[in-house]
Every structure is written in C-alpha cells, then in structure tokens.
C-alpha cells in the first residue's frame, strides 16, 4: 500500500494509523502491557507504521510506556505521534490547556515515557482558553525548531484557531473526528485542510466499534465503558446508526469485506484525508481493520 504523505512535511505513513487511546486501558474492560504489546506487535506486521498517542492516554502515561515497552530496537520503522494539552488533574478530571509552561512540562514527561529524545508529530490536543492562542502556536513552532519534534499538528480545532495558529506555526496535520455516521467536517474544515495542503488524519472511523457491526439494539455496556455516555449509542441516534449499519453490511458484503473494512475504506479513500486512527484492544481487530487498505472503492460509489 503506498504511504501518504503527511501534508508538507517528510513524513510518510500508510492510510490506517493505530490509535492507541485503548492501549491504556481505561475505556472499557481490562488491557494489560502484555495485551498492549501484542496489538501493536499485529499492526506492524500488518503494514501500519504510525503509531497515535497522548499525554493524556492513561492516568499515568500507560499508552506511552506500553508504546515505548514494544518499540523497543524497532522505533526507526515508526512514524510516532504524541499529543500534549489535555491532562488530568489531581482530582482526576481532564483538562485542557494551552499554556506553554504546562504544555512543556507534559511533553518533557511524555519523551521521559516513550524513552525518546523528541517525536515525529506533536500535536496541540484540543482548544483551550487558558493562554492566548499564539503563544501557544509559538511554543509548538518553537519546538519544531529545536528539532524536538519533524512535524506539528493539531486536533479538534475550529476553521478559525486553525487560520489563527497557522498564522505563528505552520503545521502538517488536522486530526478530527470523521467516520461514515459522524461526517461533520465535511462542511468547513476539510475543504479548509485540502486547500491549505495540510492532511486530515481521521480519528474514531470505527465510531467506537458501531462501525464493526458487532452490536444489536439490546446491547448493554457496562459501568466502565466510555460508549455508556456517547450520543452514539443511545435513544434514536442508536436505531438509525444500527439501520445504517446494516445498509453498510450489504454494501461490504458485495466487495467480499466486512463492514468495518468498507467503513475504514470509506474513509481513507476521502479527498485529503491522510490516514485512519483505528483502535483496537486484540490483536485480531487491528489485523482485521488493516485490510481495509486492500478494499478498493470507486469513484462512482463514493458519490453514491
Ligand atoms: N484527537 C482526539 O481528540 C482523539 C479523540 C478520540 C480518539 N483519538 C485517536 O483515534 C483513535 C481511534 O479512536 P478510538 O480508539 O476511540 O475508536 P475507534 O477506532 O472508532 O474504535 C476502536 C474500538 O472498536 C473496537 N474494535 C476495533 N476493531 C475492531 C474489530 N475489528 N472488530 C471488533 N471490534 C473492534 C475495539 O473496542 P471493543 O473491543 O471494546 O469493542 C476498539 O477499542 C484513538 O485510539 C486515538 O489514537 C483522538
């Protein structure tokens, strides 16, 4: 599968990225380091080189730990990314920021977790109103500069921070929440990316596991699962995103994948989107969702 090219910067990656968010552990059942390991272990040999991350990813950075634990000897193969403005604070709350005293302090601790001297991709992980908007742009460019990281990104911002932020920091990628049942950057932010040659790296194409076909109406998620509480999966949402589903099975089930590979197809086959952020807490999932790279969809299926 050819690699992407990630806006104007030299970094290079295949159109499905792991994200690992789930690797920490915290969004619904149990994930061990040995668990971690083995997912990633599976996506490398999968043909996905590009790895996402956080500070944020685990109260204790266990994303970034597990990620530094299975990279070990084999970093060079790997297009990393890692993400600094959201943090938990000590009563465990997240919270967001853009002050570059905080944003530093977090990024040193991240490197001090992935074991590394700088990353690939450092992105801004989500607005804040904690500091003014070019003073944070100028602590990423800063970095940049130092070679502390290749390439900078951001995620989660509006058309308007992106212009702002541009303004002081040139960056590579825009990483947004995009799948089939929750398309709303199509409006403004990616016509904004594709015309300022910046790569949208889309996160959440799996819309948490909907998109796998794997859940029916009766399903109940447990206390500890972060879907308890996204819109996705309750009320009237839920019964047209499932109907939805279905029509998207047929659809897969004619190019003789599953959904969830036509899904991710789907999506990285967008005009300017970069690459896929797929989660994955088994070895099995990431193997099954990096086949989507081999589904192929035409043009004229796309605009229908
Ligand atoms: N920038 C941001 O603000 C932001 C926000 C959210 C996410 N992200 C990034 O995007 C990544 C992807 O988002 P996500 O992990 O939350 O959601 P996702 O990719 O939409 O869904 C991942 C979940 O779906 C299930 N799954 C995956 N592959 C499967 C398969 N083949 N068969 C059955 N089930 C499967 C697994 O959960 P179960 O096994 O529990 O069902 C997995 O944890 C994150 O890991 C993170 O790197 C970024």
């Not at 994930?31 to 500070?55: F, K």
């Not at 109103?129 to 742009?137: G, H, I, R, V, Y």
């Not at 839920?238 to 897969?252: D, F, H, M, P």
Request: glycine share 8%; proline share 4%; charged share 25%.
């Amino acid at each position: 599968m050819q690699q992407r090219r990630l806006g104007k910067s030299e970094l290079y990656v295949a159109p499905v990225g792991l994200g690992c968010w789930p690797l920490a552990g915290i969004t619904s059942g149990t994930m061990t380091e040995a668990d971690a390991v083995a997912v990633i272990d599976a996506a490398l040999e999968a043909g996905v080189n590009h790895l996402d991350t956080a500070y944020a990813y685990g109260r204790e950075g266990e994303s970034e730990r597990r990620i530094a634990r299975a990279l070990r000897g084999r970093r060079a193969h790997v297009v990393l990314a890692t993400k600094v403005g959201v943090y938990w604070d000590q009563q465990g709350v997240l919270r967001l920021t853009g002050r570059p005293d905080l944003l530093r302090q977090h990024f040193e601790e991240s490197l001090r977790r992935l074991e590394l001297d700088h990353v690939d991709l450092l992105y801004w992980h989500a607005p804040a109103d904690d500091a003014p908007l070019a003073e944070t742009a100028g602590f990423f460019r800063e970095l940049q500069a130092k070679g502390k990281t290749r390439a900078v990104g951001v995620s989660n911002l509006t058309v308007g921070q992106m212009e702002a932020f541009a303004a002081e920091c040139p960056f590579a990628v825009a990483q947004v929440r995009y799948n089939r049942l929750q398309r709303e950057i199509e409006a403004v932010v990616l016509p904004w990316c594709r015309e300022h040659q910046v790569s949208v790296v889309a996160y959440e194409p799996l819309a948490l596991g909907l998109l796998t076909g794997k859940f029916d109406r009766d399903h109940v998620f447990s206390e500890e699962d972060w879907r308890r509480r996204s819109p996705l999966f309750s009320g009237e949402a839920w019964t047209k995103n499932l109907e939805e589903v279905e029509r998207l099975r047929r659809i897969a089930a004619g190019h003789g994948c599953c959904v969830a590979q036509w899904a991710v197809a789907w999506t990285i086959s967008q005009p300017g989107v970069a690459a896929a952020l797929c989660g994955a807490k088994r070895p099995e999932q990431i193997r099954e969702t990096a086949r989507a790279m081999s589904v192929a969809l035409s043009p004229s299926e796309l605009d229908a």
